[in-house]
């Protein structure tokens, strides 16, 4: 088990894994971030690789589709 700090006020909505389960990208409802973490394939352990803004407004985020 891991645990990863995010930004205050990020406002994790959903927790989208790549199809590799080499990345976590949690959505942010508050923040319109979208964070990427790396996952190491031997510890499970994850890793922030970074922060990409996504757009503005509330519950804008509902409506990315992270693929």
């Not at 700090?5 to 959903?14: Q, S, V, Y």
């Not at 990427?36 to 031997?42: H, I, Q, S």
Request: glycine fraction near 12%; hydrophobic fraction near 40%; charged fraction near 15%.
């Amino acid at each position: 088990m891991c645990s990863v700090e995010l930004p205050l006020n990020f406002g994790p909505r959903h927790l989208v894994f790549s199809q590799d389960g080499r990345f976590l990208y949690p959505l942010g409802e508050m923040s319109g971030l979208i964070a990427v973490f790396e996952r190491n394939a031997t510890t499970g352990g994850l890793e922030r690789v970074q922060r990409v803004p996504i757009g503005t407004g509330a519950n804008w985020i509902q409506v990315v589709r992270v693929t």
